[in-house]
């Protein structure tokens, strides 16, 4: 039986639950990422320094391939996982879980395959950690699935103990990928510290991940999951596409040289990544239970992430060389001349996400999926563009452009679906 309370009680006691609810959320999203972006912040430096800046660039071509691969697994899996079953009943979040997540092991297992296929086939310096990519992908997604899953539940804290767990992992898993001093030796501690982790979600989580059911899962999702997996791909495709072209009209070194400056800012990108985990989720339940207020909400969290990019680039750009040269190595020189571009395209990317996480909720996939599509093509467009003018230096002003004008879409794209949701309320996304 629950206690009396007063007609403002009412209005004050929940309203101030739901900020401390919603600020306790937030705070496990901002520690998950940090606690994952510090560990890919490690691996990136340890590679930069021990391999030199060409073998940097081949680790860091398998890296965007990875980024491809994983929005596949969440376009599929976990993407609708987050829109459609968060805050709902714990006995249909598990059996979303375990068709979700077996979805992801999934995707991992044949898109792992055919990397290693395509890897074995390249050789030279750029076939062997390909393969390994291919290898490692099942562990690699099923982690991150298992993040996902527990911030859909709003349990940010054991997604964070996950990433903890990894971050222990890679440290003995470095220490002997640096004495065998190959791509291929770090791609591979990356990935096995990662399928440690996966093995503890299982243990955290209780679920066993329902290869069997990614049929029916996809077959469920297929409204929002084919619309989120071209949106997705398109996003890291994007980044992918622009990382071959700057390695073939530039050079190798030039990919290197983008990924250490992208290192630079790794600490806000943790943040924006950290939040990205749960900024969708939220907005789902900002659409529940005050929908008046989802424009606002969008508008301060792409707002503050802007403001946030812009503050830590100038910070970055007052780090002496010195320790410039000691966190890079000789990746640092060439990477330093990218941060002011990279800061703007960063902040260009904050700002979007407000509007990204707007249209998510909404569960307006085509709305997204057009923004998604125009923002990756200014990618490119500007990506390659750029280098092709002034090599990497206009490369990174390129997309600098590019992502700022893609940004302008997303916001255009949210005021005509929350226009359209006020002249046609829409029902609820299902939760079944």
């Known amino acids: 039986m629950t206690p009396m309370t007063t007609e403002g009680e009412k209005t004050t006691r929940p309203a101030g639950s739901a900020r401390r609810a919603l600020a306790g959320r937030l705070s496990w999203g901002l520690a998950d990422q940090a606690a994952s972006s510090m560990s890919n912040f490690a691996v990136g430096i340890y590679v930069a320094r021990s391999l030199g800046l060409a073998a940097f660039g081949v680790f860091s071509l398998a890296w965007v391939t990875y980024g491809v691969v994983l929005n596949v697994s969440r376009g599929l899996a976990t993407d609708p996982l987050v829109v459609r079953f968060s805050g709902v009943s714990d006995a249909s979040w598990r059996g979303a879980v375990a068709r979700s997540s077996g979805t992801a092991l999934g995707v991992g297992a044949a898109l792992g395959a055919a990397c290693l296929v395509v890897g074995l086939a390249l050789g030279g310096r750029v076939g062997p950690a390909f393969a390994a990519l291919g290898v490692m992908l099942p562990g690699l997604l099923l982690q991150d699935a298992w993040r996902f899953s527990f911030f859909a539940a709003g349990t940010g804290r054991k997604a964070f103990v996950n990433d903890l767990v990894w971050g222990v992992a890679l440290i003995p898993a470095m220490v002997v990928a640096a004495r065998v001093g190959t791509v291929a030796a770090f791609v591979l501690a990356w990935g096995a510290s990662a399928t440690a982790a996966a093995a503890y979600g299982y243990i955290q989580s209780g679920i066993?991940?329902?290869?069997?059911?990614?049929?029916?899962?996809?077959?469920?999702?297929?409204?929002?999951?084919?619309?989120?997996?071209?949106?997705?791909?398109?996003?890291?495709?994007?980044?992918?596409?622009?990382?071959?072209?700057?390695?073939?009209?530039?050079?190798?070194?030039?990919?290197?040289?983008?990924?250490?400056?992208?290192?630079?800012?790794?600490?806000?990108?943790?943040?924006?990544?950290?939040?990205?985990?749960?900024?969708?989720?939220?907005?789902?339940?900002?659409?529940?239970?005050?929908?008046?207020?989802?424009?606002?909400?969008?508008?301060?969290?792409?707002?503050?992430?802007?403001?946030?990019?812009?503050?830590?680039?100038?910070?970055?750009?007052?780090?002496?060389?010195?320790?410039?040269?000691?966190?890079?190595?000789?990746?640092?020189?060439?990477?330093?001349?990218?941060?002011?571009?990279?800061?703007?395209?960063?902040?260009?990317?904050?700002?979007?996400?407000?509007?990204?996480?707007?249209?998510?909720?909404?569960?307006?996939?085509?709305?997204?999926?057009?923004?998604?599509?125009?923002?990756?093509?200014?990618?490119?467009?500007?990506?390659?563009?750029?280098?092709?003018?002034?090599?990497?230096?206009?490369?990174?002003?390129?997309?600098?452009?590019?992502?700022?004008?893609?940004?302008?879409?997303?916001?255009?794209?949210?005021?005509?679906?929350?226009?359209?949701?006020?002249?046609?309320?829409?029902?609820?996304?299902?939760?079944?």
């Open 208 to 432: 066993r991940p329902r290869v069997t059911g990614a049929r029916g899962w996809l077959r469920e999702q297929r409204d929002l999951g084919y619309r989120y997996l071209v949106e997705n791909v398109s996003l890291s495709g994007a980044a992918q596409l622009r990382a071959y072209g700057l390695g073939v009209i530039v050079g190798v070194g030039a990919v290197g040289a983008v990924r250490g400056a992208e290192l630079l800012l790794g600490p806000f990108l943790a943040v924006l990544m950290g939040l990205s985990l749960v900024t969708v989720a939220e907005a789902a339940r900002v659409l529940r239970q005050a929908p008046h207020r989802l424009a606002k909400f969008c508008l301060l969290l792409g707002a503050g992430q802007a403001a946030a990019a812009l503050l830590w680039g100038a910070a970055v750009l007052l780090m002496p060389d010195r320790l410039g040269e000691f966190v890079l190595g000789d990746v640092w020189h060439p990477a330093a001349q990218l941060i002011v571009p990279v800061t703007l395209g960063v902040a260009g990317a904050g700002l979007g996400t407000g509007a990204a996480a707007g249209l998510r909720a909404l569960g307006a996939a085509r709305r997204s999926l057009r923004s998604q599509l125009f923002a990756s093509a200014c990618y490119v467009g500007g990506g390659l563009g750029g280098a092709a003018v002034a090599g990497t230096v206009g490369s990174a002003w390129g997309v600098a452009a590019a992502t700022v004008g893609g940004s302008a879409v997303w916001w255009l794209h949210l005021r005509s679906a929350l226009r359209e949701r006020h002249q046609n309320p829409i029902r609820e996304v299902r939760t079944t």
